[in-house]
């Protein structure tokens, strides 16, 4: 069962920076979409950046100017590169690749961003 690798979280004062990665344990056929949600206590998943395979982006517009997600997709990885951070970012945020077939998507595990005051 390939699984998704997520690593770069962690604690950073305001205006600091973080770049979160995902990486498959394994192969997988035919990705496409990428993206990146968090989730904070208590609240629903929500996206925060997605990408498609030939490169178009979608941001949540509480961070668009702030975070950049890119892909490699020789490497089937996903990065979001978060500047600017605000406490409000402060959730666990999890990586999601979609794929052509079954399962259709995979999720991390979750990795999480603390921002402090």
């Known amino acids: 069962q390939v699984q998704l690798v997520e690593s770069g979280g962690g604690l950073v004062q305001t205006g600091g920076s973080l770049r979160l990665s995902c990486t498959p344990s394994g192969s997988i056929f035919r990705p496409n979409a990428m993206g990146w949600y968090r989730q904070a206590p208590g609240k629903q998943r929500d996206l925060v950046a997605s990408i498609t395979r030939d490169e178009r982006t979608n941001y949540a517009d509480s961070v668009k100017g702030r975070f950049t997600i890119s892909r490699d997709n020789v490497k089937n990885t996903v990065y979001l590169q978060m500047e600017g951070l605000k406490p409000e970012d402060t959730a666990a945020y999890y990586c999601?690749?979609?794929?052509?077939?079954?399962?259709?998507?995979?999720w991390g595990q979750g990795t999480q961003v603390t921002v402090s005051s």
């Open positions: 999601k690749i979609e794929t052509s077939v079954r399962p259709y998507a995979y």
